[in-house]
């Protein structure tokens, strides 16, 4: 035998050996997929909700869990005024308007609601995100983006500022640039000075 076909006949041993030495099925189960509930995480749970049905309104009937606990329902009012603000690990305007979120949370108190969803992302990617901007208000995980399909939304940051009654008053499309600004359409639209 020649030097060339020696070679291809070495390299298809070696080839075969290696395919009968392991398989994509070798034995070991895929690691079962991250829950919710499993993530630890400083953000606080969602709230809970009236029994009350939400007024019609553009937002898709959803159910999420919240990553600090509890469930957000978008078929059900909230009670109270509320921002929900939809947000991503992966979206560069976000990383800039997330504290915004939280310092529009803090002023809050229990007179508006606020409440993210973490959109299209990976729980532990969201959740590394939410720590590093110094986030604890609740948020819902989305990860396959049911409320941005939902409302026709394709970018980030989303904000949406919901009536008691589950009504949608605005949209806010892009990002909120400081608190003041949160606090303006708040009142505006909410009806809620801060």
């Not at 399909?149 to 589950?166: E, K, Q, R, S």
């Not at 806010?172 to 505006?188: R, Y």
């Amino acid at each position: 035998m020649s030097r060339g076909p020696r070679a291809l006949v070495a390299v298809l041993a070696v080839g075969l050996a290696l395919l009968t030495g392991c398989t994509s099925d070798d034995g070991q189960a895929d690691p079962p997929a991250q829950q919710v509930a499993d993530v630890a995480t400083d953000l606080t749970p969602c709230p809970a909700q009236p029994d009350t049905p939400a007024a019609a309104s553009d937002l898709p009937a959803v159910s999420l869990d919240c990553l600090g606990g509890g469930t957000l329902d978008l078929t059900r009012a909230p009670g109270v005024p509320t921002v929900l603000n939809l947000w991503a690990s992966w979206c560069g305007p976000c990383r800039e308007e997330l504290p915004l979120v939280q310092q529009l949370a803090d002023a809050a108190g229990d007179r508006v609601r606020v409440i993210g969803v973490a959109s299209k992302d990976g729980m532990p990617q969201a959740t590394s995100f939410a720590a590093d901007a110094g986030t604890t208000f609740a948020s819902a995980f989305d990860g396959d983006g049911e409320v941005m399909t939902g409302m026709g939304v394709n970018n980030l940051p989303h904000t949406v500022f919901i009536a008691a009654d589950g009504s949608v008053a605005y949209f806010q499309v892009g990002p909120v640039h400081s608190l003041q600004e949160f606090e303006e359409l708040v009142a505006t639209h909410l009806g809620v000075q801060l």
